[in-house]
């Protein structure tokens, strides 16, 4: 049994069923029919009038965000523990035409308001020094820790008052949700979050992803930047199709809650191993070389995370019957 | 029946039936084990070692292509009516960094070794001017014409005197080499092409096209690029499963051959109304806006093409049953 | 004597002076006393409140322009003989992040209101095609003809019909005002200019050129991407030196005269070879390689311009009598 | 007496007359024969062939240096005080097309080999990564501290272990050679640096830095960029004969030694403050708000440098004298 990411298991039926059946003639790029349902789907979804537009990957979604925000001589702060840091290939850096990142400190790869406000006043109001535009938050997070709404609302203060854009990263945000409790829209436009990237990919899904615009005036030049892109699919309905199902009775929280109670499984046998808290799919643990290597004996794969640390991601399609073994052979330790 | 465009056809079964094989837990990204497959099933194909990656669109495959040969502060020689500079949305500029596309003419989309040849002669070889470093051809061209193996090997000389690369848009290679009947190796390497953007969507693909690296030193550097533009997608197995379907006993030729055929029938029907020779799917004609406005009150959809002509383009997936409607349509205009 | 270019010219004696007397210690950047004078010293010549920078190069001045006025997925319409597309070496590219130059034809390098107008017209209003964002002309062109004040006025009015901008590349605009003998308020923002390039360089300076902006708003940013791109010179205010002694008592205005008059000189001696009516101080004429030869045997030196065509500059240092002679000598061909 | 920047100083009355005495007729751009001389001289004193380009400031000359030596997806490794970081806005972004700086931490302001060891170890080698290309010292540091040739020499040795090219800041290079009093060469390429921003401006220059390159092949491209980045003067002839000037009879090293002797002078009189050993113009002290306002008091003026500190920037044409009252106001403090 496989714990590596969850990038590496299966698509959930449903979507393959919804590629079937959406297997018919029909306009070309984003003209078809089953696009044309997204800003509804998503508006309803977050109970305000949204933009969405659908794009194959995370790092396409953030990039874009960004892009919409920051100009080229601008930054983006972010946690030097950031996705758009550490595991994007500099795709931030190409998509903004340069802009740079500002890398913040925090427990669990979390930013605080007061990190924030620090930095942006230590830089010089000259034209030396690059600007931040705006701010970039990863909920759950990479170390799978969620803001709460109140926590991303004492952000979003933080910006207004500097006058920043607030992205969101959810490349697990259905996980944070679905440990929260909230209605999206706590989490988000009522929390002062400008753009979302909504990932799907990593929670059953294919190959698509929403890029969600609370302020919709960001969408308009973003229609142009995902063709300029190469992102512009010209049969985009199979990722619309992809998504509708997702959003269709909310097939996208049964998946992360069903992911998340796997988490909890083994955080629970884990419970003096943890690092951070475990608030969504990822378990953080110390393990020692040779347990690493006892439980890789079982069969159990995952990320060693720097010196005696381990990663453990759970998926969707994995059951609590699926995730005991795990859980057991760590108790055994 | 609608004519407008192969993008709009439907996906052929076989592709769908291969994303279901494929809907098992692997590796993620381009780890898995269909991908790794790819660089062996293209190099049979093409009867050499080439290197392959998997990309969602042709535009994302002709930029990256174009970044691999060209400098931000260089050119690339094109047809002014070529897709990279119409219909990408300065892509090319975008993945390049800036790169200057210099446009030249000549019947049907397609350049001559002559206008090339001239174009470069003309460019001062001082530091006021772009410099150009590759050129891009477009094979079935823009206007449903092919370049032959010889045609494209004597392009081919005027780059190498040049010290030019040589880069293919085969969004219609499939139909081009349907029509040519030659080997695609002949179309290609053998002719002295460096980067091939092999196009399957328009011809029964989903969301996965394959650039082709004949000069593999050119794809080292492009496996960043790629994923700095957000095209490494993290499920990439199922756009491998696309391709090796494709690729499976010729699916590809067959597509192309049958959108082939549904194109000769119309040619044959409109004769005396052809614009181009029709040499892929695509068939160009003078038309009338009475005679457009009749055969729209049949049913039959397509773009026009500026004042009194069309453009029809046949898919994968129209017999000729199908087509004879348009066809003795146009012949009892 | 040499007829190569303006930019062979040596530098006017008083700007030298003010260099001189520039030096003594103040502020780096451009937080000196003499910068502090510009705006007030343009806004005076312009008879409305502008926002002036220093750069170094015409090829800065109009990069920074129209990274100002254009984003990267847009496009600049210009001549395709425009100072911008054939002797910036992608420059305009390279600031905007990518943005793509649109080539008009017409007379003399001049866009006419006709061309632009069509050229927009003609573009999909989709995102497969980039969609212009400013015209950029050049005044004196490229050929040495002006555009009078109507004429930028008639320009104006299509560009604001479309909501683009409009660029002036002026690097002979003392040549072009000094023919016109115009207010420059009337030949720039009375007609609609939004930003001009102001030449110094060109007219007897050294190393300093001007940025002027009408529409103010556009150079906040421009401030950031002066900077950015390497052009905030420490010690800007030699720069500014050079500026202001060129705006004191006219002199700008008084070497470009000188210029525009030795051209007229030539002019008169070549009415039968002219190949564009001069109107600054550049002359195209006819010349066969027998006669450039017999002219460069007399010791003048001069650019071959084409096939059996030549260019031929004069600088504001030239004296009728610096220039008689190779009149007298055009004329005893 | 300012003591704020070595950028406020004047410049030094020689390059003036250089100026005078360049202010003929020539050849534009970099054709003529004072630019022709630079390779020259610059080999002359490294003792080696280099390539030699002027080009207005040190920020144009730091990122014309990474772009030859880092593609847009790479990084450039370099202390998180560097100036390229701190105070050029972004610019290496820009140049570069996107690459990421990579900040690292150390006394001074100074590298070490370990830290960049450990920084490029702990890099994944996959495509989800930057990868850094370049290894970027500032000589002098923005602290004022030097690197000495065997320091340079070992962490070159790492860069060529990993296949990383090195930079050399030299801003105030004038002045590290003047407090080291070694051979320009073997603090430079004899000590494994591939380009070094020799800097002429706050060494009492005007407008002209030089970008060396001890690896030659580096330099076919830049001139390209140079001219792309509107860096490219057309009365560049100005910029050499500062250049030359400033290498004539060792001008430069004569302002450095003049600066370095005045920082000493403080240094002696604060030898109780330093924060840093003060190796070059700079001397970065200890002093409480009350002090500082004591000694503006005075006449006095410096930049305060965080809570408590103070910076002190000594110019080439300050004399023993001149500083003095400064070194007895600190000690009477």
Same mark, same amino acid.
């Given at each position: 049994?496989?714990?590596?990411?969850?990038? *590496?298991?299966?698509?959930?039926?449903?979507?393959?069923?919804?590629?079937?059946e959406?297997?018919?003639? /029909?306009?070309?790029?984003?003209?078809?029919?089953?696009?044309? &349902?997204?800003?509804?789907a998503?508006? =309803?979804?977050?109970?305000?009038?949204?933009?969405?537009?659908?794009?194959?990957?995370?790092?396409?979604?953030?990039?874009?965000?960004?892009? !919409?925000?920051?100009? #080229?001589h601008?930054?983006?702060?972010?946690?030097?523990?950031?996705?758009?840091?550490?595991d994007?290939?500099?795709?931030?850096?190409?998509?903004?035409?340069?802009?740079?990142?500002?890398?913040?400190?925090?427990?669990?790869?979390k %930013?605080? #308001?007061?990190?924030?406000?620090?930095?942006?006043? !230590?830089?010089? /109001? $000259?034209?030396?020094?690059?600007? #931040?535009?705006?701010?970039?938050?990863?909920? *759950?997070?990479?170390?799978?820790?969620?803001?709460r709404?109140?926590?991303?609302?004492?952000?979003?203060?933080?910006?207004?008052? &500097?006058?920043?854009?607030?992205?969101?990263?959810?490349?697990?945000? !259905? @996980?944070?949700?679905?440990?929260?409790?909230?209605?999206?829209?706590?989490?988000?436009?009522k929390?002062?979050?400008? !753009?979302?990237?909504?990932?799907?990919?990593k929670?059953?899904?294919?190959? +698509?992803?929403?890029?969600?615009?609370?302020?919709r005036?960001? +969408?308009?030049?973003?229609?142009?930047?995902?063709?300029?892109?190469?992102?512009?699919?010209?049969?985009?309905?199979?990722l619309?199709?992809?998504?509708?199902?997702?959003?269709?009775?909310?097939?996208?929280? =049964?998946?992360?809650?069903?992911?998340?109670?796997?988490?909890?499984?083994?955080?629970?046998?884990?419970? =003096? &191993? %943890?690092?951070?808290?475990?608030? +969504?799919?990822?378990?953080?643990?110390?393990?020692?070389? $040779?347990?690493?290597?006892? %439980?890789?004996?079982?069969?159990?794969?995952?990320?060693?995370?720097?010196?005696?640390?381990?990663?453990?991601?759970?998926?969707? @399609?994995?059951?609590? =019957?699926?995730?005991? #073994?795990?859980? /057991?052979?760590?108790?055994? %330790?």
């Amino acid at each position: 049994m496989r714990f590596f990411s969850d990038n *590496a298991a299966s698509v959930h039926p449903r979507l393959l069923e919804a590629l079937v059946e959406a297997n018919v003639q /029909d306009t070309a790029y984003d003209g078809d029919g089953l696009t044309a &349902r997204l800003n509804g789907a998503f508006s =309803d979804l977050f109970e305000t009038e949204v933009e969405a537009l659908w794009v194959a990957t995370g790092t396409a979604a953030n990039s874009l965000a960004l892009a !919409a925000m920051c100009q #080229p001589h601008q930054g983006v702060i972010c946690h030097k523990e950031a996705h758009i840091e550490q595991d994007e290939a500099g795709a931030p850096g190409f998509f903004t035409g340069g802009a740079k990142l500002m890398l913040l400190d925090g427990p669990g790869a979390k %930013l605080s #308001p007061e990190t924030v406000e620090a930095h942006c006043a !230590a830089i010089r /109001d $000259d034209v030396h020094q690059v600007q #931040p535009a705006v701010v970039s938050i990863t909920n *759950a997070s990479e170390y799978g820790m969620v803001y709460r709404p109140d926590e991303v609302a004492e952000l979003s203060a933080v910006c207004k008052a &500097r006058g920043l854009g607030l992205h969101m990263d959810g490349a697990r945000f !259905a @996980n944070a949700v679905g440990t929260l409790g909230c209605a999206p829209a706590d989490l988000t436009w009522k929390a002062g979050v400008d !753009a979302l990237s909504f990932g799907f990919v990593k929670n059953g899904g294919m190959s +698509a992803e929403a890029l969600i615009f609370f302020d919709r005036e960001l +969408a308009a030049d973003t229609h142009y930047r995902r063709k300029r892109a190469g992102h512009l699919q010209s049969k985009g309905r199979y990722l619309a199709a992809q998504i509708l199902a997702m959003l269709d009775h909310d097939l996208w929280l =049964d998946n992360a809650r069903a992911a998340n109670a796997g988490a909890q499984i083994i955080a629970n046998a884990a419970r =003096d &191993r %943890l690092l951070y808290p475990v608030e +969504a799919n990822e378990v953080f643990i110390k393990l020692s070389a $040779d347990e690493a290597a006892k %439980l890789r004996g079982l069969g159990f794969d995952f990320y060693d995370w720097g010196e005696g640390q381990a990663r453990l991601v759970t998926s969707w @399609n994995q059951s609590a =019957d699926d995730i005991r #073994p795990l859980a /057991d052979a760590i108790n055994a %330790l």
